[in-house]
Every structure is written in C-alpha cells, then in structure tokens.
C-alpha cells in the first residue's frame, strides 16, 4: 500500500503553527493540496508560502471554529478551493490550565467549542461527500492526556476523552461506506527551537525523566502518525488510537 497523497486534498485544522503546521508540511509534501485553517492570517499564509517553497500545494481559509456557523463557513471554503475534501484532520485545540473551580464558563465554552464541537459539527459537513464517492478519511489529533487524570486541566482532559469516543462512534457509523476515521494521541511535544531554550531547566528534565523516551517528542513525529493514517497504507485501519507520547500514558 502506497503512503502518497497524490491527488487528494486535505483540509487541517489549526495548522498555522505547531503540531498543526507539521502536519500541514508533511502532508504537502506527500502530495496532497492541503487547507491551511486557523485563526491568525498572517500566519496561514506564511504557512502556505513555505509549503508553496518546498513546491507543495496549499491555500488558507482563516476560521476561529467557535460557532457551529464557523465550522459551516470553513467547510464551505475549503470545499470550494478544489472541489471536495478527501482528509480532513481534526487538529485545532486549546488547552488553558485550571482547576474545575478556577474554570469559568467562558473557557469552558471555548475549550468545548473547538476540542469537540468544530470536529462534530466539521465530520458533518465534510463525511456525506465522502460516503458518496466511497472513500474518505478523518484524523482526530487527541491527546495522552484523554486517559489520564489531569488535575489542572480537567476540561481539556475530558474534551479529549470525548474526541475519543467520537472517533470509536464515527469509525462504527462511516467505515462501511469507505470512510476511515481513526486518532492520533500526542504527549509531550515541542519544537526543537523551544527544547534548545529550555535545555537543563530542571522542570523540562522532571518531564522527560518521567518518560520512557526520556525526551520530548517533536512536531513531525506527530505529522509522520497522521500522514500513515491518511494514506492507502492504513487502509485496514479503522477505529484506532496511536500514541506518539514517548510513553506518557503509560505512566
């Protein structure tokens, strides 16, 4: 089974920067035309003059994803760039500290409105085609975090978990019509910049020391699981959760 994307358009959430912008490259470069989605225009087209450097394909559509109404607008966008989207990765996400008493409503909404809604509301508008043409792929970017409890982060945590279980209902719902839908968990992942700034930080080592890889992870590793997920050569894959978190859940 092939890895190329040759062909395919993919429409990625919160790819201007980050794991997100990773994606977007590595996906570009295996072929595919990829949507650069995000909130800050500046950065999406940055993103999509590198891609266009490496002579990838790309375009942006700008989307905030905090109404049901956005994900509808993004959807339509992307859709129209090159006439239909064939992988759609779930990847936008916010993940603000506090504790459940310390959560107000607003970053509650917001943490829900992007970690579960856009997706839902995303695979909604985007799968029906999908299903028509019998083919069609959904990656759900989840993380580690989803399986563990996390004091601090009890909404983002449970957003997760959430994503998750959509991935299981949606792999049941669209896999016999030809549409995979599986998930990609992360731990903890910088970029190289960022790990250099913090190399020696005892806070970083408490980290990495708790790890099995005993380091962070970077971007592309992350990119590398979704991209495999997307292509033909993941063809038997349905319902399935990678976890590319040095070990993190297994803690």
């Known amino acids: ?40 225009a500046e950065r999406g087209a940055q993103t999509v003059a590198d891609i266009r450097e490496a002579e990838g394909k790309a375009d942006f559509v700008q989307a905030d994803l905090m109404s049901a109404d956005s994900v509808r607008t993004l959807a339509e966008q992307a859709r129209s760039v090159t006439g ?9 996400g916010t993940f603000p500290e506090g504790t459940t008493t310390d959560t107000t409503e607003e970053v509650f909404d917001a943490v829900y409105n992007t970690n579960v809604k856009a997706p839902f509301f995303l695979v909604a508008e985007l ?14 970017v989840s993380s580690f975090a989803a399986d563990k409890a996390a004091p601090d982060r009890a909404a983002y945590s449970s957003s997760k978990a959430a994503l998750n279980n959509l991935t299981k209902a949606w792999a049941k719902q669209y896999g016999p019509s030809g549409v995979r839908v599986n998930s990609v968990a992360p731990g903890p992942v910088l970029a190289e910049e960022i790990q250099a700034m913090i190399a020696g930080d005892p806070r970083a080592a408490a980290v990495t020391d708790a790890l099995p890889a005993r380091r ?8 590398e699981a979704v991209a495999y997920l997307a ?15 040095g070990g993190a859940g297994l803690a």
């Open 127 to 140: 799968v029906p085609a999908m299903i028509e043409r019998g083919a069609g792929v959904v990656v759900n």
């Open 84 to 92: 239909q989207i064939d992988i759609l990765v779930n990847n936008a």
């Open 1 to 40: 089974m092939s890895t190329s994307l040759s062909g395919r358009t993919a429409l990625v959430t919160g790819s201007t920067g980050g794991i997100g912008r990773a994606i977007a490259g590595l996906l570009a470069e295996r072929g595919a035309h990829v949507i650069v989605s995000g909130r800050h």
């Open 216 to 223: 962070f992870g970077l971007p592309r590793e992350v990119a």
């Open 231 to 245: 292509s033909d050569a993941a063809a038997f894959a349905h319902g399935a959760f990678l976890s590319i978190d």
